[in-house]
């Protein structure tokens, strides 16, 4: 057991030192509040034992997780003593004890503070467990509001890949049918980690079946005005997140693809027999700035080509190394990768370990004829 006697006096502490040593519990003597505050920050004790009560006060108050015990040669104050109690001082003995006393006592103080810290961790497990369960719900509930996966829409094919870097995801994908002519489809990655950034993908799909009823053709034929209504719907909220978002139409008709990108990166990568590259797109995140002005790009898209779309997690997993060889990366996984399971393969990240620095999302979107 490690123990500290915390007493400016050296000699009014000698007689209590001497008793631990007797009773084989050898407690570290300090004489200054500092060194004692800095013994609890390198070295932990078990129990500070202290002398003076506003010592032992502020102790409390510093260092919660240490269990103080107060001591004093002279009869306690009630009032101060219960003031004492009330702040966190773990006990409070009247000096001078024997040794058989001050055994006995630090027995039953040292046996409260194991029912104490039992208790604490009976009820932290059941927290946790708690809060796993809650979550694996919501997990369950998020995955039940992405689209179907895979899916087609006319001659165009999505499939989409979410691997969370916790329970919940900050990371979103969606595609679905505006008009009979036209659909849209876009890669989020929500600001943060867990819980908080999930909430916001319940609002983005939301806007999915809102866009579906409020859209103005003019969003059909410059979608970075979806981006800007979405940007102000964010702000309103005042959410305190921001969103990395790329979001196309394709007019069926015309098969006329529309791509506009809202400070997301990677950029997405167009795939088109022996050629392979990104798409180059520059805009604000959506939901962080008053003035927006997304400008949406026109993208060809022949039958067999893909749009591939990454979140920047998958950066995160390649590990330390140079950007420009983990975009080569990237774009040599887009074109070798006849399906998600092969694109991840290629890319030889680990997709099912437990610990992810962050989210990780793959959206492809293939023409197929």
Known sequence: ???????????ASRT?????????????????????????????????????IDWASNLVAEQPRIPVVVTSQETLDRDLLLQALRSGITDAWQLPMTA???????????????????????????????????????RYIQMGMLPPNPMSIDQYRFQ????????????????????????AFYVAD?????ASSAFVTVLLKNFSRRLRREYRPAMLREPGGILQWINRELLEQNIDKHVAMMLGVVDLEANHMQLVNGGHYPPAIRVSG????????????????DEVDYVAQSISMAPGDRLVMFSDGVLDAMGDGDLSEKESRLLKAAAASADMNELWEVLDVDVDGMSKPDDMTCLVVRRER
């Open 1 to 11: 057991m490690r123990l500290v006697v915390a007493d400016p006096e050296q000699e």
């Open 16 to 52: 209590l030192l001497d008793q631990h040593e007797d009773i084989c519990y050898p407690a570290v003597p300090i004489r200054d509040y500092s060194a004692v505050i800095s013994q609890c920050e390198q070295v932990p004790p078990e129990l500070v034992i202290c002398s003076e």
């Open 100 to 138: 058989d006393d001050l055994r006995q006592r630090l027995a039953a103080t040292m046996s409260r503070i194991e029912v104490v810290a039992s208790d604490a961790q009976r009820k932290l497990s059941q927290f946790m467990a708690d809060l796993e369960r809650d979550q694996r719900a919501g």
């Open 160 to 183: 989409h890949r979410i691997l969370p870097s916790l329970i919940l995801s900050g990371d979103f994908v969606d595609y679905f049918r505006i008009s009979d002519r036209h659909f």
């Open 190 to 194: 929500v600001s943060g980690h867990g």
């Open 274 to 289: 022996e050629s392979v590259n990104f798409v180059e797109q520059k805009g604000k995140p959506v939901g962080l700035f």
